[in-house]
């Protein structure tokens, strides 16, 4: 098995910073691990900064072109400057900050967690509408009977499925399945970890 | 209701009716408030980012502590130009490399341990022999069935995820039949789990739209003084 090595030093820092991090983890070498860990929260809130600038570039590069939805980039600058300018100013406990988060940024994640209650319902009807089969069937029914089993009906909680059907639905079936797919996801995320820390996978660029 | 709750009552309630447009499909006022939400939403994590990580640290740590992610910042930073990308990568190869330690960990100790742990759990010989002693008979075997179940729906789910398949001269590649039929049973477990999941989702948004409506006709109502 070769692992072609493209970027030699991008890869020693990789492998050198992910490798001293698992081994002050096993060795209980917390100040290390602190030390690289503040680093990298550093580094990683200067690469937030990059990216929301990155963002800011592309946009800005599609109102000088005058690209067909323009707008669209000139409010999304707009509304992006003039936020940060306030909340870094001004700091994010201050009241003006609060106010964007209260009247712009909750109202709009709440409206858009709404619209998928109308998204959901639609993709559930199609969903049997365009393949009838057992695993479907039983995605449907279980939705159903979880949902008529977790509030009041009419204003009334019914009997054996609210108190009975729906917690053994919710802790041992499905229980069951998330759990292996939480499993599944782990050992995911351990074997693309460890690829990286082989550098069997190089995603840093070249 | 003093000016500014006014004027931010007001700007809630049309946001949430552009939002509320795309009901109608994909439009021009859904966009507009996609994109100043993006914009805002960018503008206050960098700000945040740049207040309580960056400045805090900068200003209570002395400079000689500070060379080394001073020094990767720089790097990183020199990405913002196509010519001198190239030497930003060392800084993204310690952000991926630290990154994909921390995973590991993270996943071995807060996921894979708990779970198996918890799969285990049922069958504690420990808990039993307590159920059998206190005469709760009935108890320890629904215990010890609901743990059954959970076990085999953990293996039959994981079993679901191997996409092994011996290849044959001028076949299509088969999985093996035993893998298969574990397989199909694990992947009824997958529905059941994402149908309850879908109504613990469903829920939610329904809760939102009742909140979002309720704030808007109360809204309304204020501004005409019925409330």
Do not use: C
């Not at chain 2, 900068?58 to 030497?87: C, Y």
């Not at chain 2, 009935?138 to 191997?162: D, E, K, P, Q, R």
């Amino acid at each position: 098995m070769k692992f072609p090595v493209r970027a030699p030093v991008s890869t020693l820092v990789a492998l050198g910073g992910g490798w001293l991090i698992l081994l002050a983890y096993i060795f209980g070498l917390e100040g290390l691990r602190a030390t690289i860990l503040g680093w990298v929260v550093l580094v990683s809130a200067a690469g937030l900064l990059l990216g929301v600038l990155n963002l800011a570039a592309v946009h800005f590069g599609k109102l000088r072109g005058g690209a067909r939805n323009a707008l669209y980039s000139f409010l999304l600058i707009v509304s992006m400057f003039v936020t940060f300018v306030v909340t870094a100013w001004l700091g994010p406990e201050h009241a003006a900050p609060q106010w964007v988060f209260d009247y712009l940024l909750l109202p709009v994640e709440a409206s858009l967690v709404a619209v998928m209650a109308v998204t959901l319902t639609f993709a559930a009807a199609r969903l049997l509408s365009r393949r009838v089969d057992l695993f479907a069937i039983l995605f449907v029914a279980f939705a159903i009977l979880t949902l008529m089993g977790s509030g009041p009906l009419l204003g009334i909680n019914l009997p054996i499925v609210s108190d009975l059907l729906r917690p053994w639905l919710a802790q041992v079936l499905a229980g069951a399945g998330a759990r292996g797919i939480l499993i599944g996801v782990s050992l995911g995320t351990i074997t693309t970890g460890l690829r990286v820390l082989l550098a069997a996978d190089q995603p840093y660029g070249g | 209701m003093n000016l500014a709750d006014l004027i931010g009552g007001f700007f809630a309630a049309l946001f949430t009716f552009l939002v509320f447009s795309y009901a109608l499909g994909d439009n021009a006022l859904f966009r507009m408030a996609v994109h100043i939400f993006i914009g805002a939403a960018a503008g206050y994590a960098a700000a945040v980012a740049l207040n309580n990580v960056l400045l805090p640290a900068f200003f209570s740590q002395p400079l000689t502590q500070l060379v080394v992610p001073l020094l990767w910042i720089g790097l990183l930073f020199t990405k913002l130009s196509p010519r001198t990308a190239v030497l930003g990568n060392p800084a993204s190869a310690l952000l991926v490399g630290v990154g994909a330690a921390v995973a590991v960990g993270g996943a071995i100790q807060g996921t894979l341990l708990p779970q198996l742990a918890g799969s285990a759990s049922f069958f504690s010989p420990e808990k039993m022999g307590q159920a059998f002693a206190a005469g709760q008979t009935g108890a320890a075997l629904g215990y010890l069935i609901n743990g059954a179940i959970i076990l085999v729906g953990t293996i039959t789910s994981l079993a679901y995820f191997h996409f092994g398949a011996k290849s044959l001269p001028n076949q299509m590649p088969q999985r093996n039949r035993i893998i298969d039929l574990v397989a199909r049973v694990g992947q009824a477990f997958i529905a059941i789990t994402f149908g309850v999941l879908f109504a613990g989702v469903y829920s939610a948004a329904l809760a939102a739209l009742i909140e979002r409506l309720d704030t808007l006709i109360e809204f309304l109502l204020r501004l005409a003084g019925l409330a």
